[in-house]
């Protein structure tokens, strides 16, 4: 396993401070991932566990692929293993059974992006919509990863992308309130209205 140097991390981490705390987070990803993908930990137990982008004041979320499980590990119990580029981390995430699940207020709206299909929750019927779908991943555009998607013969038309490779901003998404601390915005035309919000990475709803 590859050592990686969290001293300063941690010392800042230490502090009463929450933005602070969530910065040290940040940071550890943004200087693990600037220029190579998406973070792959092993942890205490040598679980590869891949990092899929929440963050809270003391721990990330992680698809922990030996279990075949969503965890949250804290910093002391991963360390830096491998990275994965945009293409292979998304095969990785609907590979497993994940899917990005997206949402936005002033209208609330809420959306589900699969490798092959999206599920839009109507914000003026409250009626859950879906569309086939195909996606478009870039790899290392501007040191971003992002993933374009569009529906066939539909006028909608999407984007997801992480703010995990923009290592001076340390910034997460901030288009809506939601329950966790993400990395990824999601902005989706639907209707010829623009819709944003963030994503998380959880189990894909059957």
Known sequence: MLSFAITPIIAIWTKENYKMRLTAIILLFTISMSFYGQAVFLDDEESECI??????????????????AIEWKTIAQIGLWD????TAFT?????AGLSFHAEGDEPFWGAEIKRDSLIFVDPDTGNKVSYKLKIDVNDFIDNSFSFMFSCNDENIYGLVRGYSYY???LR???LCICEETSLYEVFIIYKGHLYKGCAKIETTNR
């Not at 990092?51 to 075949?68: A, M, P």
């Not at 095969?91 to 590979?95: A, E």
């Open 51 to 68: 990092f899929i982008g929440s963050v809270s004041d003391t721990s990330v979320k992680v698809w922990n692929k030996n279990k075949e």
């Open 83 to 86: 990275h994965l580029q945009s």
């Open 91 to 95: 095969s990785t995430v609907f590979d």
């Open 167 to 169: 290592p001076k901003e």
């Open 172 to 174: 997460v998404c901030e």
